[in-house]
């Protein structure tokens, strides 16, 4: 698995220059959705043909600026990066933490649904034991963190965190709520898509990689400068989960296939930091 690192820790061991965040990218919140859409349609026409990964200078997303080396890559030791790496307390991960729907407090509100897809390598081979984690808004697109204090209700039922371990045959499974989109503060009346986050660790906390899975026929789609800075269609399709009627269960919940794949042509997409929206 390619080397991954926290937001934080990147500046610091490339050794680029520390600049203040006010000096790249000013107040831009006010920018409406048409300048937004413009600039995306502008850098979408210049990126090059197969760009299958997030272009990095993607100025519609305004906070690339910020998430990104600016300075050449030097080599460092990879030991260090431990200094920055998750830690997940003494015990095994239980089946139970796959679903989201039975935590304290009682059953949370929103669409219940679940998720499940395989790992996979280049070759279409199962990546075993893999831990995936996820995270993500609750049903009225909020999450329980607080820096996110836009005004929609929290759901005591529910923290929106889970994890569990691929099986033999690399498959994954969650039990959740659908989430919300949000508003964020890229531009005026930014919003969005509803997302849940992925997290795949390799055999040390040193390989992590992390992406989004979507929804299909989700609106916001064309209006998302994260999603669009993915300039590759084939790429961005790839990152949008299949509603699976054999998954769906009478009266229950609804069913979502959405496979990962690590490596090869048609990887899917990893964010170039940790901690994006």
């Known amino acids: 698995m390619a080397h991954q690192e926290t937001t934080e820790s990147t500046d610091e061991a490339f050794g680029a220059e520390k600049v203040e965040p006010e000096a790249l990218v000013p107040d831009t919140a ?3 959705q048409d300048t937004i859409n413009a600039e995306m349609a502008a850098q979408q026409a210049d990126s090059p043909a197969g760009l299958t990964q997030t272009r990095l200078d993607f100025t519609a997303y305004r906070s690339s600026a910020l998430r990104h080396p600016t300075k050449d890559l030097h080599l460092v030791d990879p030991e260090g990066i431990e200094l920055w790496a998750p830690v997940f307390g003494h015990r095994d991960v239980n089946p139970v933490e796959a679903d989201l729907t039975i935590q304290d407090g009682g059953e949370p509100i929103g669409e219940r649904m679940l998720v499940r897809g395989r790992v996979l390598d280049g070759d279409g081979r199962p990546v075993r034991r893999q831990l995936v984690e996820i995270w ?12 996110d204090q836009h005004p929609a209700p929290i759901d005591p039922s529910f923290t929106g965190v889970g994890r569990c371990l691929t099986d033999e045959e690399g498959w994954y499974e969650f039990t959740t709520i659908k989430p919300g989109p949000y508003p964020w503060k890229n531009h005026h009346n930014a919003w969005r898509p509803a997302h849940i986050h992925f997290s795949l660790f390799g055999t040390e906390f040193t390989q992590r990689m992390i992406t989004q899975m979507y929804f299909p026929g989700d609106p916001l789609f064309a209006l998302d400068p994260i999603y669009q800075a993915i300039t590759d269609q084939g790429a961005r399709d790839r990152l949008v989960a299949a509603y699976d009627h054999d998954l769906s269960r ?28």
Do not use: C, F
Not at 136 to 147: F, M, P, S, T, V
């Open 136 to 147: 993500q808004a609750n049903a009225a697109g909020r999450y329980i963190h607080k820096r």
């Open 250 to 277: 009478h009266e229950w919940l609804l069913g979502y296939r959405w496979d990962i794949v690590l490596t090869g042509a048609h990887r899917t997409w990893m964010e170039p930091e940790e901690g994006q929206h």
């Open 30 to 32: 006010q920018d409406s």
